[in-house]
């Protein structure tokens, strides 16, 4: 049967979705270069500017399972643009918040959009597509996050002394807000519905929250979460307060923390799609980069900026993996892909969440010193290696699987098991 949207249908509706998804990331990480800032006008610690971090990936995470449950309901399509349009306005409020009560508020809601927004858009994405042709877009389209992400460590950092850190937020908000509006018309008008009554899974406790492989996922990639976000955000506050590094020396460092996975993504969808030793890529692809951080505070800028390409680009890799893989895995299919992916990333996120305040609560104990930042990048490489080992508790997902899938609905080819 012919796939029901054209080529030239899926093409537009991916470009903007991959905008959508960019603008998005610029969201999550536009409040780093403002920390400084932020700490002078509010007069809070660097504990306090943790919660700023921790509360928009606790919201982020909150709002993983509804909108997996919201998307089996009313379809992909319409939670997508409803997260999109809760993280824009709320991103374009917190601009303009008299205090730092609300500004944590605000940041809050802008998790809430942006969990909201998340899964629902990958398995939109996946929708769009044949199967065996999804690895690459879901792919690119994951990778499309660290474009925004690196966009949002490095220029607010560049225009910081012209817009200020309200600008910063400000400027996210009314992106995101403006390609909503490119994405309703430009996404196929049945893209995206909820399956029809034949189609949907049976009433009860739905198969993603009874999945073991689900969890064990969620629960092993917490450390690598954690150390994203954490450099992320902290890494400009420590170049430039503890290593000396100008602002725009810190921006373009703190960029290479999340830009390079823009192409580790469709390596990693790539794989997924021609080999299923799907397991022991994801193992592979987040100890070593992890690992790497333990060097960070013994390392010159030149050598940390490879650091910096090397944890990004793996981590790029490591999710589309990750998200191509449920319909893969037993007693599940397409239509638990947006839910399994939304329990996948409650639990990142909100473990991340917790890492990131965790090391905000190390440097503050330390005294904001060297020292604290040193004890941070080792206890960020550590948590990142052992969390792994609940990939123990995952399937192998060889030729049975995929095999099987093939010709279903969300199959794919498979060469090779673990």
């Known amino acids: 049967m012919d796939h029901p949207f054209s080529r030239a249908a899926r093409n537009r509706a991916i470009v903007a979705l991959i905008a959508m998804r960019t603008v998005y990331a610029f969201n999550w990480f536009d409040i780093g270069a403002g920390l400084p800032s932020i700490l002078r006008e509010y007069g809070v610690s660097t504990a306090d500017a943790g919660w700023l971090v921790a509360v928009f990936f606790l919201g982020a995470g909150a709002m993983q399972l509804p909108a997996g449950l919201l998307a089996r309901r009313w379809g992909t399509k319409p939670v997508t643009f409803l997260g999109a349009a809760v993280l824009g306005a709320a991103a ?90 490119a994405g309703v018309s430009q996404i196929p008008s049945a893209a995206g519905l909820a399956a029809p009554a034949e189609r949907r899974p049976p009433k009860g406790v739905p198969a993603p929250l009874r999945s ?57 969808g790539w794989l997924t799609e021609r080999f299923t030793n799907r397991r022991t890529q994801m193992f592979l692809f987040t100890a070593l980069p992890g690992l790497l951080f333990l060097a960070i505070p013994f390392a010159g800028f030149t050598a940390i900026g490879l650091i910096a390409v090397t944890f990004s680009f793996c981590y790029g ?43 905000a609560e190390v440097i503050q104990g330390y005294g904001s010193t060297s020292t604290g930042y040193t004890v941070a990048w080792v ?19 060889g030729p049975h699987y995929s095999s099987a899938l093939r010709d279903g609905p969300s199959g794919g080819p498979g060469t090779s098991s673990d």
Request: avoid cysteine; hydrophobic fraction near 55%.
């Open 92 to 181: 374009l409020a917190s601009s303009v918040a008299p205090d730092f009560s609300l500004l944590v508020a605000l940041r809050f809601t802008v998790g809430l959009g942006a969990g909201l927004f998340f899964s629902p858009a990958i398995a939109l994405v996946t929708e769009l597509f044949p199967p065996g042709e999804r690895g690459l877009p879901v792919g690119t389209f994951t990778s499309s996050f660290s474009l925004g992400a690196g966009l949002g460590v490095f220029l607010p950092a560049l225009l910081l002394s012209e817009i200020g850190w309200r600008g910063a937020l400000a400027l996210g908000g009314m992106l995101m807000l403006g390609v909503l509006v």
């Open 379 to 397: 206890l960020m490489g550590l948590i990142t290696a052992t969390t792994l080992v609940f990939l123990l508790l995952v399937p192998r997902t």
């Open 212 to 268: 073991l492989p689900i969890w064990a996922i969620g629960f092993a990639f917490i450390g690598l979460e954690g150390a994203s976000l954490s450099s992320g955000q902290y890494f400009i506050l420590y170049a430039t307060s503890i290593r000396g590094a100008t602002y725009v020396v810190a921006g373009i460092l703190g960029a290479l923390f999340v830009f390079p996975s823009l192409f580790g993504g469709p390596v990693g």
């Open 317 to 359: 890799m490591v999710y589309p993996i990750m998200y191509v893989l449920p319909p893969y895995l037993p007693g599940l299919t397409l239509e638990d892909l947006s839910l399994s992916i939304g329990l996948l990333n409650m639990i990142q996120l909100a473990g991340g969440g917790m890492v990131a305040l965790a090391m």
